[in-house]
């Protein structure tokens, strides 16, 4: 049979409330729409996200994560310079406004990209990379792969309108997700509100950076077909958020629902600390061994995001077949914490042996096996 017991945390409950749906409390007039918890990848609430939409210049992000990584792996430098092809030159939509012929600084391309979103300044750094933008092209849609980006294509380096050019909520969250996790060092690029080149001075279009949200990142983006759109990210009290939004009307519509989507993710729910790695989650009794209790662990921290108001109705359980007989070897998984989250989420965690418990000898277990029998005979 399944044996369930109900694990005791300590833990304070800071708001004492009724469980409730928190996607019912939060509407949006984006067409596409994500937010998740940082740390544990919880998903706060969708809508659309797994759509194909036109990601306009929220592609330069991954364009900028090849940058990086070709920064960190120590290809590429910061005052390394690129030159400027008559391409990039010509590019229209919005402009960092290089020159022709110019060698420009890495460094001052990314800003480029980021603050000024420059699609001149991401062309550029494409073909300083790739020897092409085609070439660089083929390179995003191997590295979208690599990151879990199973439902994105791209066909150039900026996001200019092409049909066959694409992605959805969820891919450019999970490539939010390892841009802000991977680069801790290059990141803060993001969150400069202002960047001056060629003595012309652009402000960042990312409303969120501007308000008392704890923003700080990541990238706007626009276009006919694809609306208005935002990857963005914010931390307040440990707690990080990343969304993405698409499909606005307009620039107001889009600081209004991002604002009021980074605040509601940021302070509609906290994340609790159920288990350290190694903690003994119960000590429970085993039959036919040398040792008559066992210890059950779990191997990694387990940490959950859970609606404040509903905190109260998160319930722990854990779940083992027994009665355990042994021999057991010490890391054998036995059974699960099963922890439901209000709102119906479940997560289920194996647990496993903390030690060795070797079996009785043949004398030993010939008793404890007639013992149990007699308790069995007398419980009927």
């Not at 990209?113 to 300044?121: F, L, R, W, Y």
């Not at 200019?160 to 959805?168: G, L």
């Amino acid at each position: 049979m399944i044996k369930a017991l109900t694990s005791i945390f300590l833990f304070i409950l800071l708001i004492a409330g009724p469980a409730y749906a928190a996607e019912s409390i939060l509407q949006t007039s984006a067409k596409q729409a994500i937010v998740i918890d940082f740390e544990t990848g919880m998903v706060l609430f969708e809508k659309n996200a797994d759509e194909r939409m036109p990601t306009s210049s929220m592609s330069k992000v991954i364009t900028t994560y090849l940058v990086f990584e070709a920064l960190k792996g120590g290809q590429i430098k910061l005052d390394d310079k690129f030159q400027v092809s008559e391409k990039a030159w010509r590019k229209g939509g919005s402009k960092m406004f290089v020159e022709v012929d110019k060698r420009v600084k890495v460094e001052d391309l990314l800003r480029g990209v980021i603050v000024q979103s420059g699609n001149d300044a991401t062309i550029v750094l494409a073909e300083g990379l790739a020897g092409t933008e085609g070439a660089f092209a083929d390179a995003l849609n191997v590295k979208a792969k690599e990151l879990g980006m199973t439902n994105s294509h791209f066909t150039n380096a900026s996001g200019w309108p092409d049909p066959d050019h694409y992605s959805t909520a969820r891919d450019l969250v999970t490539l939010s997700y390892s841009m802000i996790n991977n680069f801790p060092d290059y990141y803060p690029y993001f969150a400069e509100k202002e960047f001056t080149f060629n003595n012309i001075k652009q402000r960042n279009r990312n409303p969120l950076i501007y308000r008392d949200l704890g923003a700080d990142g990541i990238k706007t983006g626009h276009t006919e077909a694809g609306g208005y759109g935002l990857m963005a990210s914010g931390a307040q009290n440990g707690r990080r958020v990343v969304l993405v939004i698409n499909g606005l009307k307009n620039e107001k519509d889009r600081a209004q629902e991002s604002a009021k989507m980074l605040e509601w993710g940021l302070r509609g729910f906290q994340n609790l600390k159920l288990f350290k790695a190694g903690e003994v989650v119960d000590t429970v009794p085993v039959v036919m061994g040398q040792e008559e209790e066992l210890p059950l662990l779990i191997e990694d921290d387990v940490v959950v995001t859970v609606p404040t108001i509903a905190v109260k109705d998160l319930k722990v359980e854990l779940l083992y077949e027994g009665p355990l007989m042994a021999p057991i070897k010490k890391g054998q998984a036995l059974g699960m914490i099963r922890i439901t989250i209000p709102r119906g989420h479940t997560l289920n965690v194996p647990v496993l042996a903390g030690a060795d418990i070797k079996p009785f000898g043949f004398f030993a277990k010939t008793l404890a096996k007639a013992k149990l029998s007699i308790m069995g005979k007398a419980g009927s």
